[in-house]
T-cell receptor
Framework: AQSVTQLGSHVSVSEGALVLLRCNYSSSVPPYLFWYVQYPNQGLQLLLKYTTGATLVKGINGFEAEFKKSETSFHLTKPSAHMSDAAEYFC????????FGAGTRLTVKP | NAGVTQTPKFQVLKTGQSMTLQCAQDMNHEYMSWYRQDPGMGLRLIHY???????DQGEVPNGYNVSRSTTEDFPLRLLSAAPSQTSVYFC???????????FGPGTRLTVT
């Protein structure tokens, strides 16, 4: 069965700084990988996904993630944080069903 | 398209009561699933369905039942509510396993 580990339940960055949210997965075969964002009192919104092909995937709001099979990682990055990026971020892995990490709450300081 | 809809938005139950959380989608998606979200634990899969008439258990199925009689609807039944089932419940759907899931707005359930 696949599982997802997100390193760091809380990450705090200054506005304009690099955002790096870490995600590692365990799966017997390469899975499909996703990042979702959740704003307070809302549902989840897809940021980006990796299924096949190019290992660097670009998503909405300037986010991107790189699939590294040798490291079983799918870390999320954004070059310059904006105040509006403050939210909770979830990494997910999917074969038949979708499993989520525990989430990382991103705080952006002015 | 309304997407994925869930009712009710909020619900308070007493221990031992039963109820059904409704979920519907109008995107003709084969795959539907139910999650619960608790602080610090992310989303945990309760049950999922890969098509009408087919359901399977996820990580935390105990205390919940599902059925899938139509492509559009995937209700979640709490048989005898317990305080441990206090949570936010999300329904999601997707075209298939290779595609992203679309989430409903959630149902906040409190069991006293």
């Amino acid at each position: 069965a696949q599982s997802v580990t997100q390193l760091g339940s809380h990450v705090s960055v200054s506005e304009g700084a690099l955002v790096l949210l870490r995600c590692n997965y365990s799966s017997s075969v390469p899975p499909y990988l996703f990042w979702y964002v959740q704003y307070p009192n809302q549902g989840l919104q897809l940021l980006l996904k990796y299924t096949t092909g190019a290992t660097l995937v670009k998503g909405i709001n300037g986010f991107e993630a790189e699939f590294k099979k040798s490291e079983t990682s799918f870390h999320l990055t954004k070059p310059s944080a904006h105040m509006s990026d403050a939210a909770e971020y979830f990494c997910a892995v999917r074969k038949n069903d979708m499993r989520f990490g525990a989430g990382t709450r991103l705080t952006v300081k002015p | 398209n309304a997407g994925v809809t869930q009712t009710p938005k909020f619900q308070v139950l007493k221990t031992g009561q039963s109820m059904t959380l409704q979920c519907a989608q109008d995107m003709n998606h084969e795959y539907m699933s139910w999650y619960r979200q608790d602080p610090g634990m992310g989303l945990r899969l309760i049950h999922y369905s890969v098509g009408a008439g087919i359901t399977d258990q996820g990580e935390v199925p105990n205390g919940y039942n599902v059925s899938r009689s139509t492509t559009e609807d995937f209700p979640l039944r709490l048989l005898s509510a317990a305080p441990s089932q206090t949570s936010v419940y999300f329904c999601a759907s997707s075209y298939s396993a290779a595609y992203e899931q679309y989430f409903g707005p959630g149902t906040r359930l409190t069991v006293t």
